[in-house]
C-alpha cells in the first residue's frame, strides 16, 4: 500500500536560514509527487508538483527515486513561509492525493 | 468567491445524532473528493466522484457514510448515528477535467464536526 511519511511535526528556523522539509514515501507504482501548502487561516493549496520540476515562492523538491524522498527546500526562509506543509502522492484511477502527516514550518526573527 | 464552498463551517452534535455537510465545487469542475482530516494527521481519502457518478470509495466510510452528488453539482456527505470518533474536519475538493496527472485538487475550508 502507498505511505507517505513526513517526520518532522514542527521545524523551526530563523529567518534568512536554509530549510528542508522531509518526505518519504512508499509506493508500487510511478510516483507522482506534490507539495501542498496550508497558510494560517486559509485553504490548502499546491504548492508545487516534481513533474513541473518549477520554483514557486524560492522553494524546490526534487524526486529522489533511489531513496524514496521528495524533500522541500529553500535556501533562506522568509517569514511568510511559516505554514503546514503537506507531501502528498498521486495514486489510483481515481487519482487521489494520499497526504502525510504535515510539517509546521515555523520562521522566527 | 468561486472557490468551492462547503457548509455548515462547523457543527457540534450528540453521539447518536446524524449530520449532514454540503460541498459546492467551482463550477466546471466534475472530479468532487471528501476527505477527513484529524488532529495531527494530514487528510485522508474518503471517496470520489466523476460527475454523479461515484467511482471510490475508501475503507474508512464505513456503512453510517454516504456521500450523494445527485445532480453532478453539489455533493452531500451524510455521517448517521455519529460516534465520537467521528470527529473531523471534513474537506471537499474538487479539479476540472484532463488535470487527473496534474495533482491539483481546489479544496474547502472544511466542515468541522465534534460529537460530544
Known amino acids: 500500500a502507498q505511505r507517505v511519511t513526513q517526520p518532522e511535526k514542527l521545524l523551526s528556523v530563523f529567518k534568512g536560514a536554509p530549510v528542508e522539509l522531509k518526505c518519504n514515501y512508499s509506493?508500487?507504482?510511478?510516483?507522482?509527487l506534490f507539495w501542498y501548502v496550508q497558510y494560517s487561516r486559509q485553504r490548502l493549496q499546491l504548492l508545487l508538483r516534481?513533474?513541473s520540476r518549477e520554483s514557486i515562492k524560492g522553494f524546490t523538491a526534487d524526486l529522489n527515486k533511489g531513496e524514496t524522498s521528495f524533500h522541500l527546500k529553500k535556501p533562506f526562509a522568509q517569514e511568510e513561509d511559516s505554514a503546514m506543509y503537506y507531501c502528498?502522492?498521486?495514486?489510483?484511477?481515481?487519482?487521489?492525493?494520499?497526504f502525510g502527516t504535515g510539517t509546521r514550518l515555523q520562521v522566527t526573527l | 468567491d468561486t472557490g468551492v464552498s462547503q457548509n455548515p463551517r462547523h457543527k457540534i452534535t450528540k453521539r447518536g445524532q446524524n449530520v449532514t455537510f454540503r460541498c459546492d465545487p467551482i463550477?466546471?469542475?466534475?472530479?468532487l473528493y471528501w476527505y477527513r482530516q484529524t488532529l495531527g494527521q494530514g487528510p485522508e481519502f474518503l471517496t470520489y466522484?466523476?460527475?454523479?457518478?461515484?467511482?471510490?470509495k475508501s475503507r474508512l466510510l464505513s456503512d453510517r457514510f454516504s456521500a450523494e452528488r445527485p445532480k453532478g453539482s453539489f455533493s452531500t456527505l451524510e455521517i448517521q448515528r455519529t460516534e465520537q470518533g467521528d470527529s473531523a474536519m471534513y474537506l471537499c475538493?474538487?479539479?476540472?477535467?484532463?488535470?487527473?496527472?496534474?495533482?491539483?485538487?481546489?479544496f474547502g475550508e472544511g466542515s468541522r464536526l465534534t460529537v460530544l
Open positions: 502528498a502522492l498521486l495514486t489510483g484511477t481515481a487519482s487521489k492525493l494520499t
Open positions: 463550477s466546471e469542475h466534475n472530479r
Open positions: 475538493a474538487s479539479r476540472r477535467p484532463g488535470t487527473a496527472n496534474t495533482g491539483e485538487l481546489f
Open positions: 466522484f466523476q460527475n454523479e457518478a461515484q467511482l471510490e
Open positions: 516534481h513533474i
Open positions: 509506493y508500487s507504482g510511478s510516483p507522482e
